[in-house]
Structure formats: structure tokens, C-alpha cells
């Protein structure tokens, strides 16, 4: 018993050495809505490896600075990645469209400041789960140069990432757990009908909004790698979604991978380890190793 006590002691200590390694910038501020700022929080290991992280911190279209959580992104901090927090403008303040928005500009903010922070904004990868996972297949499918003439020196930026791992992100609302199951902010997701604002209240607003929302319908040919890991007794955000999303990448040529679990719902205990799985993803396609 003694040994497994020296062990344990150990073995937090490290833990805690590792967490002490990590810089953490809070609160820079990314851009402000209507007198609102919108912030991220940056986490930079001392041993850094030239590439970034932009997480989505996001549930349900939710997003709070209180929801940064340095431990779940210690696998990343472990093999040298920058991490971006990003916390986006909270439904139901706020709704998808605008959010979309604010993402995109993040990344854009941090296409400007990378070197700053000794990353190249060659090789950044976004990560997420469920609204965050969305917002990350949205960069994924939507992110791209800036206007070369705009006024603010953020928005002439890019916000195109090279590689994306999320957990069960939304990607079809109109289709949710099969064609014809429509979503959008009704049905499954009727608590969440404040994330979809007025469009949601008809029929073909309804469609209209999943049509600029869904990142299926964004998929185009030479987009970046994309990983998807997914439960398949999932109740709130079917493995179909990521099915249907994999199925229409592999058709224009990308390379999208699921990783299934099985009897998993949504979310799981020790997700924080699959970011290990993350990390290898990231660790393939952003420094090209095998």
C-alpha cells in the first residue's frame, strides 16, 4: 500500500507539473457585438510544436468562459499544440447564423496572431463537441480567405483550417434521424428553439435555415481531413448525421473518418482520453506525421 501511495503521489505531481508547463492567456478579445466582447482564452505548452487547436467551446449553442476546461485539452498541451478557447455569443442571445459568424472570425483573429503565439496558421485544426463539433465541421466546409480590402486587418485574414476532430456534431437539421426529419429548432431540438430564432416558426423558413446552417450542404471537393467520432445510441444527435455527412465527403474525394462507439449516448465518460485520439489525428495531418 505504501508504493501504490508514492505511486498515486507521483503520478499527481507529474500531472500537476504538466498543467503548470501550460500558459494560459485569458480573455483576449476577438471582436464585440453590439457592445458585448467576444472572447477566447489561449493555452500554450512550453514545449510547443508550431501547430494549433481552435476548440469550439460550445453545448448546445451555449458558450461561457466557465466552460473552458484545461484538462480535457491536456492531451493536445501534452504533445506540444496550442490550444484557442474560443467562447462564441450564447443562445439564446444569439442564434446559429450570428455564431457561425463569430467562429468564423476567431479563426480569422488567430490567422493574425499566430506567430505571435509560435504557431504557423498553416497548421491549425479545429476540435468540438455536439454545437461545437458543428461549428467545427463549419469551418471545415465553410472557412476561407478573407476580403483583401477590408477595413478591420482581422477580416482580410483566412479562417480555412487544415484539419478537423470533433465529437457528434449536427450536420443535416432538415434530415435528422432520417430524410424528412426536420429539426430545426423543432422535434428533438424543440428545448433548443432559441439557438434557430424567428426562421424557425415556418415550414419554409425552416428549410431556408437549414439549408445556411448545415454543414452537409457546404461539403465540397479538397476540403480538410476530417475526423468524427460518434455514439451509436446517441438520443440527442443521431449516428446518422455523421453518416450522411461522411457518405456526401467521400463522394466529392475527402477524406472523413468515424470512429463508432458502441452503446455510447451522448457523451461518455473518458472523452477526455479520446482527445489522445485527436491528437494522433492532428498529429497526422497538421505535422505530417504517420
Given at each position: 500500500m505504501k508504493h501504490l501511495s508514492t505511486l498515486l503521489a507521483l503520478l499527481a505531481l507529474a500531472i500537476s507539473l504538466s498543467a503548470a508547463e501550460v500558459k494560459r492567456t485569458e480573455d483576449l478579445i476577438y471582436g464585440r457585438k453590439f457592445g458585448t466582447a467576444l472572447t477566447m482564452d489561449v493555452f500554450e505548452p512550453a514545449n510547443k510544436n508550431g501547430a494549433g487547436v481552435i476548440f469550439m467551446v460550445s453545448g448546445g449553442f451555449f458558450s461561457a468562459k466557465e466552460a473552458i476546461n484545461q484538462k480535457f485539452y491536456q492531451p493536445l498541451l501534452d504533445r506540444g499544440y496550442t490550444v484557442f478557447a474560443v467562447v462564441h455569443g450564447s443562445q439564446p442571445r444569439y442564434i446559429i447564423?450570428?455564431?457561425?459568424?463569430?467562429v468564423q472570425r476567431a479563426s480569422r483573429y488567430i490567422h493574425l496572431n499566430a506567430k505571435k503565439f509560435g504557431v504557423d496558421p498553416?497548421?491549425?485544426g479545429v476540435s468540438g463537441g455536439s454545437a461545437g463539433g458543428h461549428l467545427s465541421l463549419t469551418l471545415g466546409?465553410?472557412?476561407?480567405p478573407g476580403k483583401p480590402d477590408a477595413k478591420d486587418p482581422i477580416d482580410r485574414e483566412s479562417s480555412a483550417v487544415a484539419a478537423v476532430a470533433c465529437f457528434y456534431p449536427p450536420t443535416d437539421f432538415l434530415n435528422w434521424?432520417?430524410?424528412?426529419?426536420?429539426?430545426?429548432?423543432i422535434g428533438t431540438l424543440e428545448k433548443f428553439k432559441p439557438a434557430f430564432g424567428p426562421r424557425s416558426d415556418t415550414a419554409e423558413g425552416?428549410?431556408?435555415?437549414?439549408?445556411?446552417?448545415s454543414p452537409l450542404n457546404y461539403i465540397r471537393s479538397n476540403q480538410p481531413p476530417m475526423l468524427i467520432v460518434h455514439g451509436d445510441a446517441d438520443k440527442l444527435v443521431p449516428i446518422y448525421q455523421a453518416q450522411?455527412?461522411?457518405k456526401r465527403a467521400k463522394e466529392f474525394g475527402?477524406?472523413?473518418?468515424?470512429?463508432?462507439k458502441p452503446g455510447a449516448d451522448h457523451g461518455w465518460a473518458g472523452m477526455d482520453k479520446d482527445m489522445?485520439?485527436?491528437a494522433d489525428w492532428f498529429d497526422e495531418h497538421l505535422l505530417g506525421k504517420k
Open positions: 447564423p450570428e455564431i457561425i459568424e463569430d498553416n497548421k491549425l466546409t465553410r472557412g476561407g434521424g432520417a430524410q424528412g426529419d426536420d429539426a430545426v429548432g425552416r428549410m431556408k435555415l437549414s439549408q445556411d446552417i450522411v455527412f461522411e475527402n477524406n472523413v473518418k468515424i470512429i463508432v489522445a485520439v485527436f
